[in-house]
Antibody, heavy 124, light 107 residues
Framework: QITLKESGPTLVKPTQTLTLTCTFS??????????VGWIRQPPGKALEWVAL???????HYSPSLKSRLTITKDTSKNQVVLSMTNMDPVDTATYYC????????????????WGQGTLVTVSS | EIVLTQSPATLSLSPGERATLSCRAS??????LAWYQQKPGQAPRLLIY???NRATGIPARFSGSGSGTDFTLNISSLEPEDFAVYYC?????????FGQGTKLEIK
């Protein structure tokens, strides 16, 4: 069974850097074809893809957020870390991490499953 | 960036009725489109991938169709647990994008 869980601060101040950790089990980010991504959702609004990292350290970012983002992986700890600089109140959202299995591991390159999400509020 | 436009924004139906949700892409995504269901306070759940394939454990009343720019999610006979928000999502081009959602509510 694959599970993912997000952790990090629930409240950050404007201009601060947000660091979120996704800790997972049941999958290995050293396996060919495996990816872990971040998706966010402002309260009452739609989903927005943020970033994605693959087993081979290939990284993809949302163009609108790219200058502020860094995604890294720690295979030994089964973790993916997302950093977002210069936080603003518009970044208030629930942040989800999700598994993205490729064809090589029997998946279809879509996010499934997702973690429970963590609500991050940006406010002074 | 590929924009996914979902319609209608809200769909009001009764249990037992058939639901038809639409997702239109601003350019072709081939068949690289998925549908997710999200209930209040929960993470999204994958229903359909590559336009028409049901994900593991998804009931047969859910079906997807389409290719290119026009896609449809059908729910043949609504169960009470189907009332939720549905999102389409494309992986055909970077950046990955989601639609704005269709809320399926009880009439």
């Amino acid at each position: 069974q694959i599970t993912l869980k997000e952790s990090g601060p629930t409240l950050v101040k404007p201009t601060q850097t947000l660091t979120l950790t996704c800790t997972f089990s049941g999958l290995s980010l050293s396996t060919s074809g495996v990816g872990v991504g971040w998706i966010r959702q402002p309260p009452g609004k739609a989903l927005e893809w943020v970033a994605l990292i693959y087993w081979n350290d290939d990284k993809h970012y949302s163009p609108s957020l790219k200058s502020r983002l860094t995604i890294t992986k720690d295979t030994s700890k089964n973790q993916v870390v997302l950093s977002m600089t210069n936080m603003d109140p518009v970044d208030t959202a629930t942040y989800y991490c999700a598994y993205r299995p490729g064809v090589a591991v029997g998946g279809a390159n879509y996010f499934d499953p997702w973690g429970q999400g963590t609500l991050v509020t940006v406010s002074s | 960036e590929i924009v996914l436009t979902q319609s209608p924004a809200t769909l009001s139906l009764s249990p037992g009725e058939r639901a038809t949700l639409s997702c239109r892409a601003s350019q072709s995504v081939s068949r690289y489109l998925a549908w997710y269901q999200q209930k209040p306070g929960q993470a999204p759940r994958l229903l359909i991938y590559d336009a028409s394939n049901r994900a593991t454990g998804i009931p047969a009343r859910f079906s997807g169709s389409g290719s290119g720019t026009d896609f449809t999610l059908n729910i043949s006979s609504l169960e009470p647990e189907d009332f939720a928000v549905y999102y389409c999502h494309q992986r055909g081009n970077w950046p990955l994008t989601f639609g704005q959602g269709t809320k399926l509510e009880i009439k």
